[in-house]
């Protein structure tokens, strides 16, 4: 791994579990950019389109902010403000459900289906700039070994 020693500027040899820790951090925040590259035009974050999909997903149905954070990629998004700001470009609208005062609906508009249906293309070109150098039976074999580093030990 001559490349991250480089990028990293240092001489001393990595162990190979401490290369692939960095190697994934750096990957990520890779991803991470190239999304919000193409997301900054519309004036949205990551954790805003998240929840945008989310919506999208519902197909009309309200849904609370509880079952929001649940399917947020990112747990640590602070959701009520992410609604608000969503609120503030038109894109959600919340409501008080009639029959439980306490709970709160969230639903997107056609302002915010608009914006993700022009996204959608853009999106989709960006995941496959950024996997392109991987062939499919690549890009299978890492979401399996993804999936497996992340499995816990119990």
């Known amino acids: 791994m001559k490349e991250l020693k480089i990028r990293l500027k240092t001489e001393s040899q990595l162990a190979l579990q401490k290369q692939t820790v960095i ?10 950019n ?5 997301l900054k035009p519309h004036d949205l974050s990551l954790e805003q389109f998240n929840v945008l999909r989310i919506l999208r997903g519902q197909k009309g149905n309200p849904i609370n902010l509880q079952d929001i954070q649940e399917r947020m990629v990112n747990k640590m998004s602070n959701t009520t403000r992410l609604i608000d700001k969503l609120i503030k470009k038109d894109f959600v609208k919340r409501n008080q459900c009639e029959q439980n005062r ?4 969230i639903y997107i508009t056609s302002a915010g289906l608009k914006n993700l249906k022009e996204l959608d ?5 960006t995941e496959q700039n950024i ?3 991987l062939s499919q039976t690549e890009l299978e074999q890492l ?3 993804l999936l497996k580093l992340k499995q816990t030990k119990q």
């Open 23 to 32: 190697n994934l951090f750096l990957t990520n925040i890779w991803v991470k």
């Open 121 to 125: 293309t853009i999106i989709d070109q």
């Open 143 to 145: 979401n399996k070994l």
């Open 102 to 105: 306490r709970k709160i609906e």
């Open 131 to 133: 996997t392109s150098n």
């Open 34 to 38: 190239e999304l919000l590259h193409v």
